[in-house]
């Protein structure tokens, strides 16, 4: 077996100066400030970008779900940016309380045409960028570390140039040290303590610095530090609002951005599901519903997710993974034999208690329903599934309350029907399976005929007569009993023909259905002379006959 040695291709980050470090201590006790990027950096992912219908729908999305900050486009770039800006604005469509971000390279001809785009918008960040990291300085710029600290202090420069007094007042500015993961930490510390002094941040005119894992290429604990670290020494701090914006090339974005916020950031970009160049940004909704998890709120409404997952389809042409977490089509969802009898359990337990009882049914982070989902596809049946799984679906999808004892039984059949399929069963296979199994046999009897009385007399006990012609292994028998009651006669009577003696050992019965559907279902396990035991189970909108119904099944599983 060959193995993959890096051979030196690859090298650790560097860590980071800190001698202490806060993070690893604290909690998220609060919701960060959200900013959506998906109508830009989302957008631009996209095989077939948005148009600007698309767009403006799904801007309404992003601020019915409670967003505050939307990266809108970057108006600059193409004229479909441009125009959809200058919609949302003349139409009015940005509430009060919702600010627009727009992205610029600061290129002053650029520049112009973005304040051309923000105008008449009450609330505004406008935001610049340019790349720090070594790489990008030696091969994409050819530029030295005070050379591009430059560029960001001329963008800045650029940016004031070409605003009015009036038009400061209303706007925010944003710098991105863009591939900051990447980046030397003093140095980008120097760069943004540059960009802050240019523009002339204080309290009441905060800047934002954005601190991106443009390529996340380190552990989270990584970026923690660096965050920390940076926190730390820039100076005026009251003055900066500190930004996370993670992508997920090594599969951790979330965990990043959660060790981001516990070292001392205050606000997170990212896109619905993930969505974003290669693979892609953060997942807001999954930072969100992390928080919800832990007893935070997190001021983003996704109670609806299901509705959030169509639009988000609709608008962007993407699908969602099926273990997306909390969205995905099988997060509720379990096979496992162990799991679904832990669920069942806890659920069952769970209909007793307070809505607002602290939550701790087994395997599910939250209760389904507090974001629009519904306990139905929680447990599903393949050849993994225990003998819990298959109950609980006929339970919650037929109304079958089999007994604890009988479960086994049933396990075994659906099991062996899921491995001979190779795949998941649907609920109405595993009906099918035992409608066959249990309510349909007739192996060894069936019965042609049945008739029952009730037998006037003295006794205090309940007397019943039964006359009927039944077939045992194809043989016709006339055969006639009395008994404490319909089914008890029906046993007396069988013990003239050539079946096993057996006795009834449990019995359980219960209604299904309403009103005029209404009918009776009948659980029996009967205990042969030798000790074995099997279960039988009979429907009837006859009470006495679903007993009988059910004896006759149990006979059949010999």
Known sequence: MTSMNPNGKYAPIADIPLTTRDWPAAHITKAPIWCSVDLRDGNQALVNPMGIETKLAFFDLIVKLGVKEVEVGFPAASDTEYEFIRRLIEEKRIPDDVTIQVLCQAREHLVRKTVESIKGAPNVIFHIYNSTSPAQRKYTFNKSKEEIKQIAIDGVKCIKSCLTEEERKRIRL??????????????????????????????????????????????????ADQIEYFCKHISDRDSVIVSTHCHNDRGTGVASCEMGLLAGADRVEGCLFGNGERTGNLDIVNVALNMFSQGVDPQLDFSNILEVGEKYREYTGMEIPQRV??????????FSGSHQ????????????????????????????HDIGREYEGI???????????????????????????MHPALG??????????????????????????????????????????????????????????????????????????????????LATTPAPK??????????????????????????????????????????????IDAVVSALNQI
């Open 174 to 223: 944003e710098y991105s040290p863009e591939s900051f993961s990447m980046t030397e930490i003093d140095y980008a510390v120097e760069i943004c303590e540059a960009v802050k002094n240019e523009w002339g941040a204080s309290p009441d005119n905060k800047i934002i610095m954005n601190l991106p894992t443009t390529v996340e290429c380190a552990t989270p604990n990584v970026y």
């Open 325 to 334: 977490p909390y969205i995905g089509e099988l997060v509720f969802t379990a």
């Open 341 to 368: 009898d832990a669920i069942r359990k806890g659920m069952a337990a769970r209909a007793n208690q307070a809505e607002n009882a602290l939550w701790d049914v087994p395997y599910l982070l939250i209760d389904p």
């Open 379 to 405: 447990i599903r049946i393949n050849s993994q599934s225990g003998k819990g799984g298959a109950a609980f679906i006929l339970e919650q999808d037929y109304g079958l309350s089999l007994p604890k004892a």
């Open 412 to 493: 075994e059949v659906v099991k062996n029907a899921a491995d001979k399929a190779q795949r998941e069963l649907k609920a109405e296979e595993i009906y099918s399976i035992f409608e066959k199994q249990w309510l349909l046999a007739s192996k060894n009897i069936k019965i042609a005929d049945l008739a029952e009385t009730h037998v006037e007399g003295s006794s205090s006990t309940e007397q019943a007569a039964c006359r009927a012609v039944v077939m045992w292994k194809g043989e016709q028998f006339a055969i006639g009993a009395k008994g404490n009651g319909p089914l008890d006669a029906f046993c007396n009577a």
């Open 502 to 547: 057996f006795s009834i050992t449990a019995f359980h019965e219960h209604s299904v259905g309403k009103g005029n559907d209404t009918a009776a279902v009948a659980y029996v396990q009967i205990t042969l002379e030798d000790g074995k035991q099997f279960w039988g189970a009979g429907k009837s909108t006859n009470v006495g006959r679903a007993g």
